[in-house]
């Protein structure tokens, strides 16, 4: 009788330690979803802007931007001057029309590390 009841001690204590190593979540799938958090809280956030092109040259080109005056979003004092944002352009910058001042824009970019605004996307509609 004592080797029945051993051995069924063995096979209780078998299972509660199968079920404790079945509960505790993997360690490699809890290191994953937190680098995808962190992956998702570093990416830069994708912003939009439109204006009238002020300067171009090679690596960049400036966004002189509009402003709404009376409405809700930006109200701008007859005497504050324009303001402009300067981007980045690179082989990946997908570019629609072509930069030429006095052109009007519509800019996708991002922020950089450095806080340069990088041009991902330009849609360019030629002079009125």
Do not use: C
């Not at 997908?94 to 590390?113: F, H, M, P, Q, W």
């Amino acid at each position: 009788m004592r080797k029945q009841t051993r051995l069924a001690l063995a096979g209780v204590v078998f299972l509660m330690f199968v079920v404790a190593v079945w509960s505790v979540p993997s360690a490699a799938h809890y290191s994953n979803s937190l680098s995808a958090v962190t992956i998702a809280q570093d990416a830069p956030q994708t912003q939009s802007v439109s204006g009238t092109i002020s300067a171009v040259n090679k690596t960049n080109f400036v966004l002189t931007l509009q402003t709404v005056k009376g409405s809700g979003l930006e109200t701008v004092s007859q005497q504050d001057p324009p303001k402009s944002m300067t981007f980045q352009i690179d082989n990946n910058t997908t570019i629609e029309g072509k930069l030429a001042v006095g052109s009007n824009a519509e800019v996708t970019y991002r922020d950089d590390r450095s806080g340069n605004h990088m041009a991902i996307g330009v849609k360019v509609t030629p002079k009125s």
